[in-house]
């Protein structure tokens, strides 16, 4: 699709810039709405499901051909729309879930954990979206695209694969009735060193998070 027919109104819905575009703006918008909170007992499960719809649109562009861009240089699009509000939502809905642990990278040998916060990961993401989305909206399409496969492998696709883990974990433990450890005041502040990490969750966790899934709380 030519960026000149982006706006036309026979645009094909089956195009992959329409796909992908439209994957990546639902996925802005149910964030979104999950962080004004008004529905704090079903985040846990409703984000494991965005985060996994977005990373069917992480891999589709991940196995595309290498996208170039249109224009050498990356056209102005101002100042960045500020998420500092939308990930102290998260952060205070989440808590006390909110620090997982993180392998940065799974091939570096001997690499030690590292704490890492969901809250921080979906506002990372959403920023890398954001930045596409108005390039896409400004009629940009190729590189809307280029920077979503670009930022894909540089940052927001490795972010996402480590919050879904972090998500899946959370409804794992709630399903099969296994509460979590306390975490013991550790934040992404401290090291970890070669230690495990554990969460603070347990009886807060099954009652807030586990009710919503059919899991009867933890004795």
């Avoid at 091939?107 to 989305?133: F, K, M, N, Q, W």
């Avoid at 992404?188 to 603070?200: A, I, N, P, V």
Wanted: aromatic letters at 8%; hydrophobic letters at 40%; a negative charge.
């Amino acid at each position: 699709m030519s960026d000149a027919t982006l706006h036309a109104t026979d645009q094909n819905p089956d195009d992959f810039a329409v796909q992908i575009a439209d994957q990546i703006e639902s996925f802005l918008v149910a964030v979104t709405e999950v962080a004004k909170g008004d529905e704090p007992d079903s985040a846990v499960p409703f984000l494991l499901l965005e985060v996994s719809q977005l990373l069917l649109a992480g891999g589709r562009l991940g196995a595309h051909e290498d996208i170039v861009p249109e224009e050498r240089y990356e056209p102005d699009l101002g100042p960045e729309a500020d998420v500092d509000e939308l990930r102290e939502n998260l952060a205070r809905m989440l808590d006390p879930i909110d620090v997982y642990s993180e392998v940065f990278d799974p091939y570096e040998p001997r690499r030690a954990p590292v704490p890492a916060r969901i809250s921080d990961d979906l506002t990372d993401v959403i920023t890398d979206l954001r930045h596409g989305l108005a390039h896409y909206k400004a009629g940009r399409v190729t590189e809307a695209l280029w920077w979503w496969q670009f930022s894909y492998f540089s940052n927001w696709g490795s972010t996402a694969s480590a919050a879904l883990r972090a998500l899946q974990s959370v409804v794992a433990h709630v399903r099969l009735n296994q509460p979590l450890a306390e975490l013991d005041g550790l934040d992404t502040d401290q090291g970890m060193g070669d230690d495990t990490l554990e969460f603070e969750a347990g009886k807060v966790m099954a009652e807030e998070i586990g009710t919503p899934l059919g899991m009867r709380p933890v004795q």
